[in-house]
């Protein structure tokens, strides 16, 4: 199993980016998918989620409104975008695979992320917003 996470980068603030994690070995029609971050110094928190019917859960109150959370299933990929970005949405980014024999495909309820029933990671992404 593989998941691979890219998109991210250097933006001004009040920019945008999409995020993408391409997965392989599982497949998306099963598994829910779930946006962490890890911000320097900061314990790794969940942003958002989609179960495997394709509805989104977020687990902090300052992105929404600005970030949403899609999937393209043909592709295996899903994708976080990222609107009107701020200086403290500045991370590392990480996409993760939430184990399905337990859990199926949902997300976890909030406000826990349950960040330790995800099996499986990608590598993360940079995203760094600054003028």
């Known amino acids: 199993v593989q998941l691979q996470a890219s998109g991210g980068g250097l933006v001004q603030p009040g920019g945008s980016l999409r995020l993408s994690c391409a997965v392989s070995?599982?497949?998306?029609?099963?598994?829910?998918l779930g946006w962490f971050r890890q911000a320097p110094g900061n314990a790794r928190e969940g942003v958002l989620c989609i179960s495997s019917s394709g509805g989104s859960t977020s687990y902090v109150d300052s992105v929404e409104g600005r970030f949403t959370v899609s999937r393209d299933n043909a592709k295996n990929t899903v994708y976080l975008q990222m609107n009107d970005l701020k200086v403290e949405d500045t991370a590392i980014y990480y996409c993760a695979a939430r184990e399905f024999r337990r859990y199926g495909g949902s997300c976890p309820d909030p406000p826990d992320d349950a960040l330790f029933e995800y099996d499986y990671w990608g590598q993360g992404t940079q995203v760094t917003v600054s003028s």
């Open positions: 070995g599982l497949s998306l029609d099963y598994h829910a």
